[in-house]
């Protein structure tokens, strides 16, 4: 099969993984790509989990990377020479485990793009890189929905709540950091977010001690009241009630990464390396969504307050507007388009509905 993808054009072979809908993913990578690019100059890449190596392939072509491309597959490293040939690049392939070859070699920014869970392959990744991207499509594990598996996979406990995909990526990052924290690193979050059946999160490390220490000041959990929907963090290390202020109990979700889900400066560099007009609508769509979000974790879904009132559903965004009139912060998030961040508690934002209805 022939699929042209950006500025690449590549053959897939039988038995070689693509997929078509992670387009989209691909086409943001390229946004964050070129800002990474912009910022550090030479930037040695690995696909360490190619595939085709699609992502690579378009990294050197849209985003200037000079790209390395590994699977443990041996038809997809045959595919991927073909495709290399196919877009006249010249690039260093390798057939071997990633976890082996991460440990090996340096690679300025590895990608760990896998099957459902990239869990086996964070502690090798995270050791050497400056920036590390990160796929997830073991949803269930992440979000609450398997909690059992969430548990083996990423040492966390969750349920799933209304604020699921964001408890997923925060498990995902709280991973991250306890694995690479050992190694005297500490991630930031440039840019995260969620979208059908995968988690996308893209990281860069400082290495040293004190920084893991800061870093560890946003690591904890969510306090969740599955009755009246109020909801604390705790990060480790602070006391927290385990009953609710309506008598329920609150359910301990975690422990997860509380810190930012995006740096506004990396997202800043996004919008001056990418012309947000000539984007594909829906990565212009998410860029923006993500630049006017509020840093807070958790949000509300209107329509679960609403039924929860026995009303229906005002307008979103004149919820918004009313918690900043009354003092609060507020946004949209990038999550969900019935839902809203806020720092308003959970008397404030049943009060805002209620004036609106
Ligand atoms: C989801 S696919 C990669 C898709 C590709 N990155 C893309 O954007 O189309 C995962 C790939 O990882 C390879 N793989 C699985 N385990 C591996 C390992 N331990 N080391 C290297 N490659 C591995 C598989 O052969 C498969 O090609
Ligand atoms: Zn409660």
């Known amino acids: 099969m022939r699929v042209k993808e950006g500025k690449a054009e590549i053959e897939v072979d039988e038995g070689v993984f693509y997929n078509p809908r992670m387009k989209f993913c691909r086409d943001f990578d390229m946004l964050v790509f070129r800002a990474i690019k912009e910022k550090e100059g030479r930037v040695s890449y690995l696909d360490a989990l190619a595939g085709s190596g699609v992502r690579g392939i378009r990294a050197r072509l849209e985003a200037g990377y000079d790209s390395a491309f590994n699977d443990l597959n041996e038809h997809a490293i045959a595919n991927i020479r073909k495709n290399l040939e196919i ?4 690039a260093e392939v390798y057939n071997e ?6 440990r090996r070699k340096y690679f300025f920014h590895i990608d760990i793009d896998p099957f459902g869970s990239p869990a086996e392959f964070i502690d090798s990744a995270v050791i050497k890189p400056k920036y590390l991207s990160i796929t997830a499509t073991d949803t269930a594990a992440l979000c609450g929905s398997s909690p059992s598996s969430g548990l083996r996979k990423y040492s966390a406990f969750a349920l799933k709540t209304e604020y699921y995909p964001e408890v997923g990526i925060r498990i995902l990052v709280g991973k991250v950091l306890s694995e690479a924290g050992k190694y005297d690193k500490a991630p930031e979050v440039l840019v995260s977010f969620a979208k059908e059946h995968f988690y996308r999160v893209h990281l860069r490390f400082k290495r040293s001690p004190r ?5 560890y000041r946003s690591y904890g959990f969510f306090l969740h009241c599955f009755n009246c929907l109020r909801r604390f963090f705790v990060v480790l290390g602070e006391d ?6 309506c ?3 609150l359910t301990p979700i975690g422990p997860l990464w509380l810190g930012d889900l995006h740096s506004y400066d990396f997202l800043e560099e996004l919008s001056r390396v990418g012309d947000l007009e000539e984007l594909d609508k829906s990565v212009k769509g998410l860029t923006e969504r993500i630049m006017e979000e509020v840093n807070i ?4 879904d209107l329509h679960l307050i609403t039924g929860k009132m026995g009303v229906s559903p005002p307008p979103l965004d004149r919820v918004v507007k009313s918690l900043r009139e009354i003092g609060f912060q507020a946004s949209r998030t990038r999550f969900s388009g019935t839902s809203f961040k806020t720092d308003a508690p959970i008397e404030e934002v049943y009060r805002a509905v209620k004036r609106l209805k």
Do not use: W
């Open 247 to 249: 008598g329920k109990k």
């Open 87 to 90: 877009n006249g690049i010249n």
């Open 211 to 215: 920084a893991v220490k800061e870093a």
């Open 297 to 300: 974790p958790s949000y509300y």
């Open 97 to 102: 485990d990633a976890n082996l070859l991460v």
């Open 240 to 245: 927290f009630e385990t009953t609710c202020e």
